[in-house]
């Protein structure tokens, strides 16, 4: 089996583990702060990486540049603003499907960036997948106690700037790194992401880090399997299609997420959850299925 059909799976199932990762980290540090030693981590790794397998850098300063930018905005502002707004207590559900529009925002906004379109069957399937994050998370979302909203709302806008980040950084990456070698996009990316996460800790945090094998547990997990493994197989599945494929991979992370969070903290699994995680997978299909024309 090609890394074609295996990279979308393994994509989904390393990112999704991201929303765990993200609470169980937040018992032991501030998320900007931990988001901080993640990049290091990364980019050191990264750098490593690059040497020994004899990486090709940009040939000039605008696409090392452009790889900088895209990282500033694929992972210091989504991430950041993410998991600041976890661990200020934006409940999963709801932040699950303002990610969940991200998918739908990239359809929206490829045509006119990058000349993308969209065929009548992946704009069904787009339409279909976000339906099924609908089911999956909006019981969870009206059962919100009211009290919290006034707090909440900021706490949301928060979320959906990370979402916005996210799209037009897949985007940029897509229309100026075409040619660029993937290890060394990776590397520069999260140079631009310290560059975003390293003043937001500063002026949001107290820099607070609880050092024990814990911690060190969940840093190298989110190095390893999310920094490395997770964003290689994203930068990967865009070079390889259209953006708007690779983001309709996004609609699977919330339903896995949840899943994932039943199983280690004993969080509820609900029927919704159950039926729209099923309703997502046939919208994904849809939007990832190649259609065949018929030959004369």
Sequence with gaps: ????????????????????????????????????????????????????????????????????????????????????????????????????????????????????????????????????????????????????TPIAAFLVIVNIVGMAAATYGTIHQKRYLQAVDIRAIATLQYIGALIVTIPLALMLEDLHVTWNIELFAALAWSVLGLSMGAIALLLYLVRRGQVSRAASLIYLVPPLAAIQAALLFDEALTVPMIIGTVVVVIGVYLTNRKVVTAQA
């Design 1 to 148: 089996m090609t890394l074609d059909r295996l990279a979308p799976a393994i994509f989904v199932l390393l990112w999704s583990t991201g929303w765990v990762v993200a609470k169980y980290a937040g018992l032991f540090a501030d998320p900007l702060t931990f988001l901080v030693l993640r990049y290091l981590a990364a980019v050191s790794l990264f750098v490593v990486f690059c040497l020994v397998t004899g990486a090709q850098w940009p040939k000039s300063r605008s696409e090392a540049g452009h790889a900088v930018i895209s990282g500033m905005f694929l992972h210091g502002l989504y991430l950041g603003s993410v998991w600041w707004a976890i661990g200020q207590g934006v409940p999963a559900a709801l932040s699950g499907i303002i990610a969940g529009l991200q998918p739908l925002m990239t359809a929206a906004v490829a045509p006119g960036l990058i000349g993308e379109r969209l065929t009548g069957q992946q704009r069904l399937g787009l339409s279909i997948g976000f339906v099924g994050i609908a089911i999956a998370v909006l019981p969870k979302v009206l059962a919100i106690d009211t009290e919290v």
